[in-house]
């Protein structure tokens, strides 16, 4: 049986003419005590036979003509974007990027209780700054870790306080 | 006369010789290419799929990319073992393609047998009925069989390619090309038994 697994490992190649004469002569032998191994082969062949008379089919008659079309769209696609940049990959994980980017930008914008600025007070304009020596807002640090400017309404000052000023003192933390 | 010498001449330029031409500017050498190739192409990827439209559709594709990537074509390889690989490739990646969809299908709860192409006309009306389903259940064989049997098999069996071009095809060794023919047409041997119960014994 171990022999039997052995010549028909070789099947296709004796079908195909891939063997060597010793190897083949083996397999002849082989075939004349075993009709188990004799028969598996007589199949083989019968498949093999009929794959190769399996019909062909042909291409359409307008095959070359819609090829041409394609070949057109796609060429005046690429005047416009280059080939390189025609792969969906790409625009699709620069899209991604700037979704990821605005969405994070969103989330962290919404951490801020916005209810306890004042809608159009120039002080309500909220920046991360580390710490705010100046100007008449109060540097707070918010649930996030992030320090807000809300407005002193114990100050008159308040609406008078720019933009430029807080932007002065960002940044050290 | 001249012409007729013009035309040996052009019978007996290579496929390597066109795409060389077609990378330097010749459309005509590509024109060329794809008359010499659609057909073979057309037959080994519509074995591969069952579907004549998305083999087609592939063939086209595969067309299309070697008009696109012809400078990556060097001439280390032959030309048919490239446009082969390129149209296996988007053969196989179809069937991935078919497989995913088939996951999320309606289609999957329902009992739905799987269509019959329309039968080649061009083989002739008067064709036996009985040739035609035989040659359906071979194809439909054919498909149930793993891709890398699947491949194999119709690259060596239908196509007629030498275990070396297949090799060369697949990029895999020679002895697993081997392997997996036989055990590509030992797999066939279940599911077409009909085809050698009633052939006469002895007949090899």
Same mark, same amino acid.
């Given at each position: 049986?171990?022999?039997?697994?052995?010549?028909?490992?070789?099947?296709?190649?004796?079908?195909?003419?891939?063997?060597?004469?010793?190897?083949?002569?083996?397999?002849?032998?082989?075939?004349?005590?075993?009709?188990?191994?004799?028969?598996?082969?007589?199949?083989?062949?019968?498949?093999?036979?009929?794959?190769?008379?399996?019909?062909?089919?042909?291409?359409? $008659?307008?095959?070359?003509?819609?090829?041409?079309?394609?070949?057109?769209?796609?060429?005046?696609?690429?005047?416009?974007?280059?080939?390189?940049?025609?792969?969906?990959?790409?625009?699709?994980?620069?899209?991604?990027?700037?979704?990821?980017?605005?969405?994070?930008?969103?989330?962290?914008?919404?951490?801020?209780?916005?209810?306890?600025?004042?809608?159009?007070?120039?002080?309500?304009?909220?920046?991360?700054?580390?710490?705010?020596?100046?100007?008449?807002?109060?540097?707070? $640090?918010?649930?996030?870790?992030?320090?807000?400017?809300?407005?002193?309404?114990?100050?008159?000052?308040?609406?008078?306080?720019?933009?430029?000023?807080?932007?002065?003192?960002?940044?050290?933390? | 006369?001249?012409?007729?010498?013009?035309?040996?001449?052009?019978?007996?330029?290579?496929?390597?010789?066109?795409?060389?031409?077609?990378?330097?500017?010749?459309?005509?050498?590509?024109?060329?290419?794809?008359?010499?190739?659609?057909?073979?192409?057309?037959?080994?990827?519509?074995?591969?799929?069952?579907?004549?439209?998305?083999?087609?559709?592939?063939?086209?594709?595969?067309?299309?990319?070697?008009?696109?990537?012809?400078?990556?074509?060097?001439?280390?390889?032959?030309?048919?073992?490239?446009?082969?690989?390129?149209?296996?490739?988007?053969?196989?990646?179809?069937?991935?393609?078919?497989?995913?969809?088939?996951?999320?299908?309606?289609?999957?709860?329902?009992?739905?047998?799987?269509?019959?192409?329309?039968?080649?006309?061009?083989?002739?009306?008067?064709?036996?009925?009985?040739?035609?389903?035989?040659?359906?259940?071979?194809?439909?064989?054919?498909?149930?069989?793993?891709?890398?049997?699947?491949?194999?098999?119709?690259?060596?069996?239908?196509?007629?390619?030498?275990?070396?071009?297949?090799?060369?095809?697949?990029?895999?060794?020679?002895?697993?090309?081997?392997?997996?023919?036989?055990?590509?047409?030992?797999?066939?041997?279940?599911?077409?038994?009909?085809?050698?119960?009633?052939?006469?014994?002895?007949?090899?």
């Amino acid at each position: 049986m171990m022999d039997c697994d052995k010549f028909r490992s070789n099947f296709s190649s004796y079908l195909d003419g891939e063997l060597s004469t010793e190897q083949r002569k083996a397999l002849d032998t082989h075939f004349t005590v075993c009709p188990s191994c004799q028969e598996i082969f007589r199949q083989m062949r019968i498949i093999q036979q009929s794959l190769k008379q399996l019909p062909q089919i042909s291409s359409s $008659p307008d095959f070359e003509q819609r090829l041409r079309q394609q070949i057109f769209n796609s060429e005046k696609r690429a005047q416009i974007i280059p080939f390189q940049f025609q792969n969906w990959k790409l625009p699709a994980m620069g899209s991604a990027i700037v979704l990821a980017t605005l969405g994070l930008f969103f989330v962290f914008n919404n951490t801020t209780d916005t209810s306890q600025i004042p809608v159009n007070s120039p002080a309500s304009t909220q920046i991360s700054v580390g710490k705010s020596s100046t100007g008449g807002g109060q540097a707070l $640090p918010s649930q996030s870790g992030k320090t807000t400017l809300i407005p002193d309404s114990s100050r008159n000052d308040t609406s008078g306080i720019k933009q430029e000023g807080f932007l002065q003192v960002g940044g050290n933390q | 006369m001249i012409t007729k010498v013009k035309d040996r001449k052009k019978a007996t330029v290579t496929d390597e010789q066109l795409i060389a031409r077609f990378q330097q500017g010749d459309v005509q050498a590509f024109d060329i290419l794809v008359r010499r190739y659609k057909d073979q192409l057309l037959n080994f990827v519509y074995r591969f799929v069952g579907n004549r439209t998305d083999a087609e559709d592939i063939v086209q594709e595969t067309f299309l990319r070697v008009y696109k990537n012809k400078h990556y074509y060097k001439e280390i390889a032959k030309f048919s073992t490239w446009v082969y690989t390129i149209a296996g490739n988007l053969a196989k990646t179809e069937l991935r393609r078919r497989k995913r969809h088939k996951i999320f299908s309606v289609s999957n709860f329902v009992n739905e047998e799987r269509d019959f192409d329309i039968p080649d006309k061009e083989h002739g009306p008067d064709r036996k009925v009985d040739s035609t389903i035989q040659e359906d259940i071979i194809q439909k064989a054919i498909e149930k069989l793993p891709a890398k049997f699947k491949e194999v098999i119709i690259l060596r069996d239908i196509q007629g390619f030498a275990y070396e071009e297949i090799s060369q095809i697949l990029n895999i060794p020679l002895g697993t090309v081997k392997s997996r023919v036989n055990r590509g047409r030992l797999k066939l041997q279940e599911d077409l038994k009909f085809l050698y119960e009633n052939e006469p014994k002895g007949a090899n």
